[in-house]
C-alpha cells in the first residue's frame, strides 16, 4: 500500500490540496489516516478514489451526486466516459490507477485500445507522454515506488519495441542516425521513441541503448560514420554538468549533428553549441531532421 501525502496526491491527482481537504471534510470522499504530529496520509485507495472523483466532477457531476455513489457506479460512469470522451485526462488518470493497482492487465488493455483508437504515435506524444511526466517516470519525483516505476516502464518498453520492429529495416533515406544513452543514464523509453520516430522516417538506425561510455560512442563514431547522432540526457548522472557533457561531445565530434533532449537540458539555449541542437519534443525533432 502506497502512503501519499495531501502534496504528492494533488501532484498525481491534479486536484488542489485545498480541494482535496474540502471534499474529505464536507463530503467523507476520503478519509486518510494520520501521523501522530496530524499530518494526513493517504492510501492508494485514496488516490485512485480521488482520480475518479475528479474526473466525474470535471465531466460536469455534482460531488454531491458522486458522494453518494457506490464504488461500481463510480466505475461505471468512468467506463462510459473512456468510451464516448477523447479527452487525454481520462485515459491519462485512467493509466495512473492501472499503474497504482499493478494492474497488467488492465494497463495492457488501456493501451491497446488507445493505440487502436488514436494511433500509435499519437497515443505516445498526447498521452504516455503527460502520464510519464505526471507520475514522475522521467522527472525524478517521488511519488511512485520502485515497483512501480518499473512496472509501468516494463510495460511501455514492451509496446515501443513491438512498434519498432513493425517498422521496415530498409531505409529510404541514405542518412544514418546513432541513439544512445549517455554512462549512468537509464531512463530509456524516450530514446526509444525517437528511435520509433527516426526509423519510421526512413533513417539507417544504429541504436545501442543505456549507458555507453563516451569513448565507445566516438569510437563507434569514427567506425560507422553516422550523419545525425541522438541522445537524452534525464538524470545528469555523469559527475559533471551537462554543459561540460555537451561540450566533450562538441569538440569530439565538430562533423557531426548532434540533437539532444532530456530533462536536464531544459534550460540550455538551443543552439548552445555550432553542431548540438536542443530539442523539446518529437515535433522539434522531426523538423531537425527534416533539415540535417
Known amino acids: 500500500m502506497g502512503q501519499y501525502s495531501i502534496k504528492e ?28 504530529t496530524n499530518i494526513r496520509l493517504y492510501s492508494d485507495d485514496d488516490l485512485k478514489k ?20 457506490t464504488a461500481e457506479e463510480i466505475n461505471g460512469k468512468i467506463l462510459e466516459l473512456s468510451e464516448h470522451k477523447t479527452d487525454t485526462l481520462i485515459f ?17 488493455r488501456l493501451l491497446s485500445g488507445l493505440i487502436l483508437r488514436f494511433g500509435f504515435e ?6 504516455i507522454y503527460p502520464f510519464m511526466e505526471k507520475i514522475g517516470v522521467l522527472w525524478q519525483t517521488e511519488n511512485v515506488t520502485p515497483a512501480q516505476e518499473h512496472f509501468i516502464s516494463h510495460l511501455i518498453r514492451q509496446k515501443l519495441i513491438v512498434a519498432i520492429d513493425g517498422l521496415p529495416v530498409t531505409p529510404t533515406i541514405p542518412k544514418r542516425v546513432l541513439l544512445y544513452l549517455p554512462e549512468n543514464e537509464w ?14 522516417a526512413g533513417y539507417k538506425t544504429i541504436y545501442l541503448g543505456q549507458s555507453v561510455p563516451f569513448k565507445d560512442v566516438t569510437s563507434v563514431v569514427q567506425t560507422h560514420n553516422p550523419d545525425i547522432i541522438i541522445t537524452s540526457i534525464i538524470s545528469s548522472p555523469f559527475g559533471t554538468k551537462v554543459e561540460e557533457y555537451l561540450k566533450q561531445l562538441a569538440t569530439a565530434l565538430p562533423s557531426r549533428k548532434v540533437l539532444v533532449s532530456g530533462y536536464q537540458t531544459r534550460y540550455l539555449e538551443r543552439n548552445f553549441f555550432e553542431n548540438i541542437e536542443i530539442f523539446r519534443n518529437v515535433l522539434d525533432l522531426k523538423q531537425l531532421l527534416s533539415i540535417a
Request: charged letters at 30%.
Open 50 to 69: 480521488i482520480i475518479n472523483v475528479s474526473l466525474l466532477n470535471t465531466n460536469g457531476i455534482k460531488i454531491s451526486r458522486i458522494a453518494d455513489m
Open 9 to 36: 496526491l494533488e501532484k498525481l491527482s491534479g486536484i488542489k490540496a485545498h480541494t482535496i481537504r474540502i471534499w474529505e471534510k464536507r463530503h467523507h470522499i476520503v478519509e486518510p489516516q494520520r501521523t501522530d
Open 187 to 200: 531512463h530509456e523509453l524516450g530514446l526509444l521513441f525517437f528511435h520509433y520516430i527516426v526509423r519510421k
Open 92 to 108: 491519462i488518470d485512467q493509466l495512473i490507477v492501472a499503474m497504482v493497482d499493478l494492474d497488467e492487465e488492465k494497463f495492457e
Open 122 to 127: 499519437r497515443t505516445v506524444t498526447e498521452i
